[in-house]
């Protein structure tokens, strides 16, 4: 073989028992162009993206700021603070996920390196997706501006005590439920600790947007728009248009939770169907297999800008829209609670948690809810599946349960399959990953 060869191996695909660091970057070389020509693929592209499109709006707004008198209107102001500890949280946050833990060799189930041809067209695609999600966004919150006026301090308020509420659970859940877990994970070859301290500080980027991710549209909005006219001042002859207003957001708040749904699935599936999105944008949300809490955080906030905000779902004012948030952060939480999928899994519930628990143990199928799943066409057949034997706290060593397909661990990785499938998928060899 020719130097360069020698240099530069060609991969071989690895069983999930192999330890394997996760690293910041991993050179890839491109098919078909000589193995000298390298390619960066950074785990943490949509991440570091996120950061600079924050750090854009921040420019934005110091702009807009030098250039409004000092007896304006403080919103501003507030709104510049706000994007400034915002920005900083996040790069805090990115920084310590990578340089403290990445690049320091916290060790994982290896998932992945596939070679890839970058796919610019589907780049450009999501870019275009997310464009047009935010800019309907945008309108979304521009007439709940109108209709209910944005209580910007209310709103950060909510947001900062849903974040902090939201971290304290997974501190709790991790100091609690280490010893417990900790045997499997080990048969695993996963350090259970560092990964816990990794999904910690990385799900804050997330978990920060999930909480806050009303008050970014609005500044958005507030940018374009600083000013907005009242409901009462464009139908002053309307009588309670508030009441009216009310009824129209009770109407259409099961079609803006359908519509929400959908647009889950559809992005989460075209992520799963393109080597290229899955690798820069959702590939590290699966570096977890067996997902704890804090790993419903890890994915990226471009994907959650895609699959999780829609014009619907922002024009209601806070309070009525908070029920419903804290009721999909509960659900969204215990799907990413692999002991209580996996107990579901022993008993055959078939709900959400395991719903979830089996898309990250898979890595392929279930791709939202259940109900859309069958209907697509993309549900786990759970039939044959065995569930893992959990070992109690403080004893014994893992005794895996007679599993459907053979031995999980000596499974060669896969790309995900393209959607949408033509069938349910049922467990495999091939897809235990």
Same mark, same amino acid.
């Given at each position: 073989?020719?130097?360069?060869?020698?240099?530069?191996?060609?991969?071989?695909?690895?069983?999930?028992?192999?330890?394997?660091?996760?690293?910041?970057?991993?050179?890839?070389?491109?098919?078909?162009?000589?193995?000298?020509?390298?390619?960066?693929?950074?785990?943490?592209?949509?991440?570091?993206?996120?950061?600079?499109?924050?750090?854009?709006?921040?420019?934005?707004?110091?702009?807009?700021?030098?250039?409004?008198?000092?007896?304006?209107?403080?919103?501003?102001?507030?709104?510049?603070?706000?994007?400034?500890?915002?920005?900083?949280?996040?790069?805090?946050?990115?920084?310590?996920?990578?340089?403290?833990?990445?690049?320091?060799?916290?060790?994982?189930?290896?998932?992945?390196?596939?070679?890839?041809?970058?796919?610019?067209?589907?780049?450009?695609?999501?870019?275009?997706?997310?464009?047009?999600?935010?800019?309907?966004?945008?309108?979304?919150?521009?007439?709940?501006?109108?209709?209910?006026?944005?209580?910007?301090?209310?709103?950060?308020?909510?947001?900062?005590?849903?974040?902090? /509420?939201?971290?304290?659970?997974?501190?709790?859940?991790?100091?609690?439920?280490?010893?417990?877990?900790?045997?499997?994970?080990?048969?695993?070859?996963?350090?259970?600790?560092?990964?816990?301290?990794?999904?910690?500080?990385?799900?804050?980027?997330?978990?920060?947007?999930?909480?806050?991710?009303?008050?970014?549209?609005?500044?958005?909005?507030?940018?374009?728009?600083?000013?907005?006219?009242?409901?009462?001042?464009?139908?002053?002859?309307?009588?309670?248009?508030?009441?009216?207003?009310?009824?129209?957001?009770?109407?259409?708040?099961?079609?803006?939770?359908?519509?929400?749904?959908?647009?889950?699935?559809?992005?989460?599936?075209?992520?799963?169907?393109?080597?290229?999105?899955?690798?820069?944008?959702?590939? /590290?949300?699966?570096?977890?297999?067996?997902?704890?809490?804090?790993?419903?955080?890890?994915?990226?906030?471009?994907?959650?800008?895609?699959?999780?905000?829609?014009?619907?779902?922002?024009?209601?004012?806070?309070?009525?829209?908070?029920?419903?948030?804290?009721?999909?952060?509960?659900?969204?939480?215990?799907?990413?609670?692999?002991?209580?999928?996996?107990?579901?899994?022993?008993?055959?519930?078939?709900?959400?948690?395991?719903?979830?628990?089996?898309?990250?143990?898979?890595?392929?199928?279930?791709?939202?809810?259940?109900?859309?799943?069958?209907?697509?066409?993309?549900?786990?057949?759970?039939?044959?599946?065995?569930?893992?034997?959990?070992?109690?706290?403080?004893?014994?060593?893992?005794?895996?349960?007679?599993?459907?397909?053979?031995?999980?661990?000596?499974?060669?990785?896969?790309?995900?399959?393209?959607?949408?499938?033509?069938?349910?998928?049922?467990?495999?060899?091939?897809?235990?990953?």
């Amino acid at each position: 073989s020719s130097a360069a060869e020698r240099r530069h191996p060609a991969p071989v695909p690895v069983s999930l028992t192999r330890r394997d660091r996760t690293t910041f970057w991993r050179p890839l070389p491109l098919p078909g162009q000589p193995s000298g020509e390298r390619l960066m693929v950074l785990k943490y592209t949509s991440h570091a993206g996120y950061c600079a499109m924050l750090g854009t709006l921040l420019h934005l707004f110091r702009k807009l700021h030098a250039q409004q008198p000092a007896e304006s209107d403080k919103t501003t102001g507030m709104l510049l603070c706000f994007l400034s500890v915002f920005l900083l949280w996040n790069l805090a946050h990115l920084v310590a996920a990578v340089v403290a833990f990445d690049l320091r060799g916290t060790h994982y189930s290896n998932l992945d390196e596939k070679l890839v041809r970058i796919d610019y067209l589907a780049i450009v695609m999501y870019l275009l997706a997310l464009s047009a999600n935010l800019g309907l966004c945008v309108g979304g919150l521009s007439i709940n501006r109108i209709v209910w006026g944005f209580d910007v301090r209310a709103e950060i308020a909510v947001g900062t005590v849903s974040l902090l /509420v939201c971290n304290a659970a997974n501190v709790a859940y991790n100091r609690r439920s280490f010893e417990r877990l900790d045997s499997f994970f080990k048969s695993k070859g996963i350090n259970l600790g560092a990964h816990m301290w990794w999904s910690h500080a990385l799900t804050n980027l997330g978990l920060s947007f999930r909480c806050f991710k009303r008050v970014l549209v609005f500044c958005l909005s507030y940018y374009f728009a600083p000013t907005l006219p009242t409901l009462a001042e464009l139908l002053p002859t309307w009588e309670y248009p508030t009441l009216w207003a009310l009824a129209a957001i009770l109407l259409i708040t099961p079609l803006g939770i359908a519509v929400a749904l959908l647009q889950f699935h559809g992005a989460h599936a075209w992520l799963h169907s393109n080597a290229t999105l899955y690798h820069l944008v959702h590939k /590290v949300h699966h570096l977890s297999r067996y997902p704890i809490p804090s790993d419903s955080g890890t994915e990226s906030p471009l994907e959650f800008m895609l699959d999780e905000i829609t014009a619907l779902t922002l024009l209601s004012p806070w309070y009525l829209a908070l029920p419903g948030e804290i009721k999909m952060m509960l659900d969204h939480r215990a799907s990413h609670t692999f002991e209580l999928g996996n107990a579901m899994l022993n008993e055959r519930q078939e709900e959400q948690p395991l719903h979830h628990m089996l898309h990250h143990t898979k890595n392929t199928g279930n791709l939202s809810i259940i109900a859309y799943d069958k209907f697509f066409g993309s549900l786990v057949d759970i039939s044959k599946i065995g569930a893992y034997v959990l070992p109690p706290a403080k004893k014994g060593a893992y005794v895996p349960a007679e599993r459907h397909g053979g031995d999980d661990e000596q499974c060669i990785l896969t790309l995900p399959p393209t959607f949408p499938p033509t069938r349910h998928f049922e467990h495999s060899a091939e897809e235990e990953c």
